[in-house]
């Protein structure tokens, strides 16, 4: 069987990912040890690379009980309390809250701050849990509302004013549909589309990789909200679409002779997981 495979050039770590995983890097080469409050990136595979060079990741509950020691924030950013904690506990830490994640955190903080006096609400479309979110959620003291969808948003109240934000990885066709119905249940919303350029850049990239292709194999970790989204998008345009981790969960039975392949991948999916995949096919048909 042959096969024509290509690498989406475009895929591959976004800017904050890249950035944090340098830190780490850079901190591991002249200490044994680094703790990252949270997975660094949601990826499985990069995360034992970077286990295996020293980094270990803790929970919040774990950092409570460091004293003297460094940390890492990783680009998901964190709320007000954890830098307290850290503080608190003489922690170093190093900051790699990326930077989109870093200025939507101030809008939604300074927004906040505006709106409370009149009753005002601050809406975050996102995912309930997620470590953006939770960073969120954080610079209104606990009082934004998270929403995944335009039915959960239908328990909003109304009669008070909106404002809408949206974590930076969501969906840009969701996120439009969740605001054209919030404006039309309160017409005075402010409605801001804070998710990252790139991110959208990269859907429509996408879209058009995944209609170049005969079978795409999208690559990235089970807990990648952004996996998540893309895969769906690259499945919607693309029916023969397939999501794996590593280069042994691929299935030769998606294939047909002359197939052209596009192998990508999400924000938190490192290239050279990407470039194993391409390798492995390679070699896994070209004898065939």
């Given at each position: 069987m042959r096969l024509t495979l290509e690498i989406d050039p475009r895929s591959g770590f976004c800017p904050g990912v890249i950035r944090a995983v340098e830190q780490a890097e850079n901190y591991l080469k002249f200490n044994r040890r680094l703790c990252s409050l949270g997975a660094i990136v949601h990826n499985t595979a990069e995360l034992e690379r970077l286990q295996g060079k020293g980094l270990e990741i803790v929970s919040l509950d774990e950092m409570a009980q460091l004293r003297h020691d460094v940390v890492l924030i990783r680009a998901h950013g964190e709320p007000p309390e954890t830098y307290a904690l850290a503080r608190a506990n003489d922690l170093q830490v190093i900051d790699c809250t990326c930077p989109v994640v870093l200025k939507l955190q101030q809008r939604v903080h300074e927004t906040w701050l505006r709106l409370r006096p009149t009753g005002g609400q601050v809406v975050i479309f996102g995912r309930k849990g997620h470590a953006e979110v939770n960073g969120l959620v954080g610079q209104t003291d606990g009082e934004a509302i998270v929403v995944g969808d335009v039915e959960e948003a239908r328990a909003l109240d109304f009669s008070?004013?909106?404002?809408?934000?949206?974590?930076?990885?969501?969906?840009?066709?969701d996120f439009q549909r969740l605001a054209e119905f919030i404006r039309s249940q309160c017409p005075g919303a402010e409605v801001y589309d804070t998710i990252c350029r790139q991110v959208v850049q990269r859907h429509k990239s996408l879209v058009a990789f995944a209609r170049e292709h005969d079978v795409i194999l999208f690559v990235s970790g089970r807990e990648s909200s952004n996996g998540k989204v893309l895969y769906e998008l690259c499945r919607s345009v693309n029916p023969r679409t397939y999501r794996l981790e590593t280069a042994d969960q691929t299935d030769l039975a998606w294939f047909r002779d002359g197939d052209k392949v596009g192998i990508c991948g999400a924000t938190s999916t490192p290239q050279w997981q990407l470039e194993e995949i391409f390798i492995y096919l390679q070699a896994a048909t070209q004898n065939d």
């Open positions: 008070r004013p909106v404002a809408l934000f949206s974590q930076t990885t969501r969906d840009p066709g």
